[in-house]
């Protein structure tokens, strides 16, 4: 089973900020199967990111997604009052998803 | 677009069996395009995929939950299920019912959520 871990547990910038945000798997993700959600309190996660650079039907360009293999990047560009949330990756391999831990975006 | 809506009892006693109902709308559940699933997240904390049935009836499931749950699907209904066995404080969670496209393993639609509390 692969184990994903997000660096940093919290981060605190300010508006305007470029964040970054990383997800790192234990074992290579076969075919890039590496998405990323955003979730704001007592909301269900909402889609970001698929494939690990593919951005879902009407997020906005200043998210960006990258990386292959093990590590993986979001990075969120010209942060926004709405960006200040929860952000989870998951992986998909041999028919299971695991998720990462998560990282809190926070108002510095 | 798809809908998805989670139904269950919000109360459950320990030891006995958690049982909730995801009702799908906007689409058939019987299309090849998605697997559907059930993801948890106890307060405070983060996701736990339980697991993912396709339309044929073949299930997934998160080999640490495996022994405790069942996912089955009722296609003439349009829904999917979730049953837990022998459950303890531990799986108290905010429930999910959720899509997840064949082709990219992403889980693109979610239910709203549903709390289920263990306690007696």
């Known amino acids: 089973e692969i184990v994903l871990t997000q660096s940093p547990g919290t981060l605190s910038l300010s508006r305007g900020d470029r964040a970054t945000l990383s997800c790192r798997a234990s074992?290579?993700?076969?075919?890039?199967?590496l998405a990323w959600y955003q979730q704001k309190p007592g909301q269900a996660p909402t889609l970001l990111i698929y494939?690990?650079?593919a951005r879902a039907t009407g997020v906005p360009d200043r998210f960006r997604g990258s990386g292959s293999g093990t590590d993986f990047t979001l990075t969120i560009n010209r942060l926004e009052p709405e960006d200040f949330a929860v952000y989870y990756c998951?992986?998909?391999?041999?028919?299971?998803?695991?998720f990462g831990q998560g990282t809190k975006l926070e108002i510095k | 677009q798809l809908q998805l809506q989670e139904s269950g009892p919000g109360l459950v006693k320990p030891s006995e069996t958690l049982s909730l109902t995801c009702a799908v709308s906007?689409?058939?559940?019987?299309?090849?395009?998605?697997?559907w699933g059930w993801i948890r997240q106890p307060p405070g904390k983060g996701l736990e995929w339980i697991g993912n049935?396709?339309?044929?009836?073949?299930?997934y499931y998160n080999p640490s939950l495996k022994s405790r749950v069942t996912i089955s699907v009722d296609t003439s209904k349009n829904q999917f299920f979730l049953k837990m066995r022998s459950v303890t404080a531990a799986d108290t969670a905010v429930y999910y019912c959720?899509?997840?496209?064949?082709?990219?393993?992403?889980?693109?639609?979610w239910g709203q959520g549903t709390l289920v509390t263990v306690s007696s």
């Open positions: 959720a899509s997840s496209y064949t082709g990219s393993y992403d889980v693109d639609y």
């Open positions: 906007d689409d058939s559940i019987s299309t090849s395009n998605y697997y």
């Open positions: 049935i396709y339309y044929s009836g073949t299930t």
């Open positions: 074992q290579r993700i076969g075919s890039n199967f």
């Open positions: 494939a690990a650079s």
């Open positions: 998951q992986q998909y391999d041999n028919s299971l998803y695991t």
